[in-house]
């Protein structure tokens, strides 16, 4: 498993943009799969967007497709999640996460290490 550490979260403005950052430990990056996930109050937990282990191929949420961007670095461990035009119900905590399998992250189930979580704010 790895240690993974979001950063980036904040309080923006209906149509603002906020990056996401998501570092990983260990020198094993590359043969995972990483995801976003969010939770907003009251809500369950909900994916967001993955990709796979050379970033070839990535997935998305239906309700933030062309708007969000997931990609990573993996010489420096680092999982990213470009987030533009953002509105009022994107307003959730923003998990990472990492699992070897690509089907795992997508379903978002029995997924190996999670971040402790970034509060992404969308106000009007």
């Known amino acids: 498993q790895v240690q993974l550490v979001e950063s980036g979260g904040g309080l923006v403005q209906a149509g603002g943009s906020l990056r996401l950052s998501c570092a990983a430990s260990?020198?094993?990056?590359?043969?995972?799969?990483m995801g976003w996930f969010r939770q907003a109050p009251g809500k369950e937990r909900e994916f967001v967007a993955a990709?796979?282990?050379?970033?070839?191929?990535?997935y998305y949420a239906d309700s933030v497709k062309g708007r969000f961007t997931i990609s990573r670095d993996n010489a420096n461990n680092t999982v990213y999640l470009q987030m533009n035009s953002l509105k009022l119900e994107d307003t959730a905590v923003y998990y990472c996460?990492?699992?070897?399998?690509?089907?795992?992250?997508?379903?978002?189930?029995?997924?190996?290490?999670w971040g402790q979580g970034t509060q992404v704010t969308v106000s009007s």
């Open positions: 996460a990492a699992d070897r399998a690509l089907r795992t992250v997508v379903a978002g189930t029995n997924i190996g290490s």
């Open positions: 260990g020198r094993t990056f590359s043969s995972y799969v």
């Open positions: 990709i796979s282990w050379s970033g070839g191929s990535t």
